[in-house]
């Protein structure tokens, strides 16, 4: 009985590592896209290795904003991670230097995967084995993507720089069909964004979008 | 350079979250107010950041071929259609335009 659970852990956390290596193949074409370069793109994926966060700072880079705006449009998405940590703590109970590496692994996905598990034994099973295939694919998908976006040239003529709003647009969706509050954060944080960008500098309205969820 | 930058100080400042929240002392923060904050700041964020990256160039607002774009991942969302389906028929369909156009 264990067995059988530890073997569809197993292969959940690899269906899950396969689709996300679809997902970084399109991340790094976005890199790319932006101008960031294969090495670049490649050293974000291996070190930041948090989806949205990622998106986000080749996105205000790529579109011309500051250092300042594409961190701070990182950090803001990173934010959750956090909270999954808080949630982990307890049920991973690691210490000491082990925490080191097992923080880089806490994301959406892995969180995902441990916290469903019946058991503590199982939930650190699948935790480690979700963020061991997941930074695998992570990273390939991100060198493949990058990779190919060079080959191709002029993104926008194979409408590349649509890619990252199309990814996102995606990653919302599970999310809208939650509560109406979700789906007035969304306009409120889309209109407020596109009514800034005349007025301030490129990537801050981005950050200023933040204000919907108050009126949320 | 800047753009390095950008990628070690993100990229440092990520994981500083990651750490936090397995180090910090347990339910520290995990109030529902900042947990409902937290979880609604992507949605926001995310949402802005397809407003301006489908309609922004620089500090200007166009409509262009990227909203043609857009407009057909809309539509692969709304028919259920899985995440490459949904980016592959944005960028064709934004390419296809761009190549009439």
Redesign the interface.
């Known amino acids: 009985m264990r067995d059988t659970a530890r073997v569809a852990v197993v292969r959940d956390a690899a269906a899950i590592a396969i689709s996300t290596g679809v997902y970084a193949i399109a991340f790094g074409a976005a890199g790319v896209s932006a101008g960031l370069g294969v090495v670049r793109t490649s050293v974000l994926s291996l070190l930041m290795f948090s989806g949205a966060s990622q998106f986000a700072l080749v996105g205000v880079l790529g579109a011309g904003g500051s250092v300042f705006a594409a961190v701070a449009g990182a950090l803001l998405l990173g934010a959750r991670n956090g909270l999954y940590g808080l949630r982990l703590a307890g049920l991973l109970r690691v210490r000491g230097v082990r925490r080191i590496g097992t923080a880089h692994g806490v994301i959406d996905e892995t969180t995902a995967m441990a916290l469903v598990q019946p058991d503590p034994r199982l939930a650190r099973l699948a935790f480690g084995v979700t963020f061991g295939l997941l930074y695998v694919c992570w990273n390939a998908g991100t060198l493949i993507g990058a990779l190919g976006a060079q080959a191709l040239g002029d993104p926008t003529t194979f409408g590349l720089d649509v890619a990252a709003p199309a990814a996102f647009l995606a990653l919302l969706a599970p999310r809208l069909r939650k509560t109406p509050t979700e789906v007035r954060v969304a306009l409120g944080g889309a209109a407020i964004a596109a009514v800034a960008t005349p007025f301030v500098p490129v990537g801050v309205p981005i950050l200023l979008a933040t204000v919907a969820v108050v009126f949320g | 350079m800047?753009?390095?930058?950008?990628?070690?100080?993100?990229?440092i400042?990520?994981?500083a979250?990651?750490?936090?929240?397995?180090?910090?002392p347990?339910?520290?923060?995990?109030r529902p107010a900042?947990?409902r904050?937290?979880?609604?700041?992507?949605?926001?964020?995310?949402?802005?950041?397809?407003?301006?990256?489908?309609?922004?160039s620089?500090?200007?607002?166009h409509v262009d071929?990227?909203a043609a774009?857009?407009a057909v991942?809309?539509g692969a969302?709304l028919l259920r259609a899985p995440?490459?389906v949904?980016?592959i028929?944005?960028?064709?369909?934004?390419?296809?335009l761009?190549l009439v156009g």
């Open positions: 800047t753009a390095w930058i950008a990628v070690l100080v993100g990229s400042g990520c994981y979250w990651k750490l936090g929240g397995l180090a910090a347990t339910r520290w923060v995990d900042v947990r904050f937290v979880e609604l700041v992507p949605v926001a964020l995310l949402a802005a950041l397809i407003a301006v990256q489908t309609f922004g620089g500090r200007a607002l071929a990227r774009g857009l991942a809309v969302v995440f490459v949904v980016v028929a944005a960028a064709a369909a934004t390419a296809l761009r």
